[in-house]
């Protein structure tokens, strides 16, 4: 298969999943190679059923979550990476 770069779209860079849900930063850009950052993050069941869209103000790259706090932890990719904190 021959991917046509000019039309291809980058579209989940990094994702983390619970017992019950998984959380993916959706990037929706078109695909240059080095796109991999998104502020938008995508819940769906386990399913696959997308079941909310949670904006935020930072381009994030990579996720991790901590059930027991209901936290989820965005990094956001620059020369100081730094961590962002959501509340679930």
């Known amino acids: 298969m021959v991917i046509d770069r000019g039309k291809a779209v980058m579209g ?4 983390v999943c ?3 849900r998984f959380y993916a930063i959706y990037v929706g850009l ?3 190679g080095n796109q ?3 502020n938008e993050i995508h819940v769906f069941n386990m399913e696959g059923t997308l079941l909310e869209k ?9 996720l991790s979550i901590d059930e027991k706090s209901r936290l989820l932890y965005g ?5 100081f990476p730094k961590i962002y ?3 679930l």
């Open 12 to 15: 989940y860079s990094d994702f």
């Open 30 to 32: 078109p695909f240059d």
């Open 54 to 62: 949670i904006i935020v103000d930072h381009k994030l790259v990579y």
């Open 18 to 20: 619970t017992n019950d």
């Open 75 to 79: 990094v956001q990719r620059n020369h």
């Open 85 to 87: 904190k959501i509340a």
């Open 36 to 38: 991999l950052e998104g």
